[in-house]
């Protein structure tokens, strides 16, 4: 908030002055240099707002919305008024599918329908920008040269983790392109998700504490996202 009250304008080029690195690992796991990142992608302000509503939004449409209930038009029964208007010393009923009776139908339950929500595209990218920025931020995004697993093992893949100290954590892992042999050896492992770099989203960067990319992966992602 400024002294006016009003909330200040959100944008994409709050960089910070400081320059935003990330450690470079060769195929073995071993660190060989530092790598400096885009700071369009990785040094942006974090804007929680926009990260929430990304989130929140991934949720929802992720939702089939198919559950549902019986009205009373829906429920059998009814025809027959259940007894006279008058003289029983009852309250006066007309059906016995009114929601007041057990059996009968339901009143304002949930209906089928569509809970699915959308976004602005500047509000997708500042909530990705902030989201890569807090993994920058935090020392959580590690670069490899490349990963080449031919033929398909993941006792090497764990391999290459344990020496860029990833082992055991929840590790978000990004290429270029799909490849198969390296698909095949990641999938066994429970902590770890392969994605493509140019199909990853803020959700799965704020559910993974750390990402590790390909030197390639990296380029598509800044080609993609980057302008």
């Not at 080449?148 to 893949?157: G, H, L, M, S």
């Not at 978000?172 to 990853?200: A, M, P, Q, W, Y």
């Amino acid at each position: 908030m400024n002294g006016n009250g009003n909330r200040p304008k959100d944008r994409l080029d709050q960089v910070s002055t400081m320059a935003v690195t990330a450690p470079l690992y060769d195929k073995q796991g071993n660190k060989i240099s530092e790598i400096e990142l885009p700071e369009a992608l990785f040094g942006v302000e974090p804007h929680s707002f926009a990260l929430h509503s990304y989130v929140r939004m991934y949720l929802n449409n992720q939702r089939h919305g198919t559950v549902s209930t019986k009205t009373r038009a829906e429920v059998s029964g009814g025809g027959i008024k259940p007894w006279r208007q008058k003289g029983t010393g009852r309250a006066r009923s007309g059906s016995n599918r009114s929601p007041v009776w057990v059996g009968g139908g339901r009143a304002f339950g949930p209906r089928p329908h569509s809970h699915r929500e959308k976004l602005p595209r500047q509000v997708k990218r500042l909530a990705l920008c902030s989201a890569l920025s807090l993994r920058a931020g935090g020392g959580n995004i590690h670069i490899i040269e490349d990963v080449a697993i031919d033929p398909p093992k993941t006792k090497e893949f764990c391999r290459i983790l344990k020496n860029i100290g990833l082992d055991g954590m929840l590790v978000l892992f990004l290429t270029e392109s799909k490849d198969i042999s390296v698909g095949k050896s990641v999938r066994n492992i429970r902590s770890v998700h392969h994605n493509r770099s140019c199909l990853t989203n803020p959700y799965e960067i704020m559910r993974y504490g750390d990402i590790l990319m390909t030197k390639a992966g990296l380029d598509k992602l800044v080609e993609v996202f980057g302008s």
